[in-house]
């Protein structure tokens, strides 16, 4: 069991700039989950998939940020046209239904400029 | 509206000084209430996960209770290496977690 691995670990950009980032679960949890936070904040979720299926989207997930998880194993979540609101840190986890639990990688720090 | 507060914001304790952590909460139809521990810079490590009111969990220095409306992590005789921030989530029926904003604690030697 290597935990959830995300990849970049730290990411500077520049406003209007795309970005990708990539999230690899657990190996056998087919539930995926994608959280943002802000420093002195607690994480606040952003969308979830089902093996390859996007099962619900927050409201803060405006049409620049899009999720993927084609295969149903990792995912990647996109953010076009960035914007220096989008500096964060974006944590994904994992989980493996019945069990509620979920288990986060070490996440991907995003930094705006 | 689910939601979840956490009291104190920050704790600051010397080193075997007990104390504890408070979570309460709002939420419609609770499928379970989870406590993470988080480091700066780091994603959040689970610790526990509570399903209903008088149940308990331990671990180490750490033991987790949960009533109706609140949770408490109680920390026993603390180290310098429990210092973090403790980060309650709630689970309102079929939805994602619903986090508090996190109690910062530093345990000073």
């Known amino acids: 069991d290597t935990g959830v691995s995300q990849n970049p670990r730290h990411k500077i950009t520049k406003r209007g700039q795309n970005v990708t980032f990539r999230c690899d679960p657990i190996?056998?949890?087919?539930?995926l989950y994608w959280y943002r936070q802000t420093l002195g904040q607690g994480p606040e979720f952003l969308t979830y998939?089902?093996?390859?299926?996007?099962?619900?989207k927050s409201r803060l997930l405006s049409d620049r940020f899009s999720a993927e998880r084609p295969k149903g194993s990792f995912s990647t979540l996109e953010i076009q046209r960035t914007e220096q609101g989008d500096s964060a840190m974006y944590l994904c986890?994992?989980?493996?239904?019945?069990?509620?639990?979920?288990?986060f990688g070490p996440g991907t720090r995003l930094l705006v400029l | 509206e689910d939601q979840v507060t956490q009291s104190p914001e920050a704790l600051r304790l010397q080193e075997g000084e007990s104390s504890s952590l408070n979570c309460s909460y709002t939420?419609?139809?609770?499928?379970?209430l989870f406590w993470y521990r988080q480091d700066p810079g780091k994603g959040p490590e689970f610790l526990f996960t509570?399903?209903?009111a008088g149940e308990e969990k331990e671990k180490e220095r750490l033991k987790a209770t949960l009533t109706k409306k609140e949770s408490f992590l109680h920390i026993t005789a603390p180290k310098p290496e429990d210092s973090a921030t403790y980060l309650c989530?709630?689970?309102?029926?079929?939805?994602?977690?619903?986090f508090g904003k996190g109690t910062r604690l530093s345990v000073i030697a």
């Open positions: 986890a994992s989980s493996l239904p019945p069990q509620e639990t979920q288990y």
């Open positions: 190996s056998e949890h087919n539930r």
């Open positions: 998939f089902q093996n390859e299926a996007q099962l619900e």
């Open positions: 939420v419609s139809g609770l499928r379970g």
């Open positions: 509570l399903y209903s």
């Open positions: 989530a709630v689970r309102p029926g079929n939805t994602p977690l619903v």
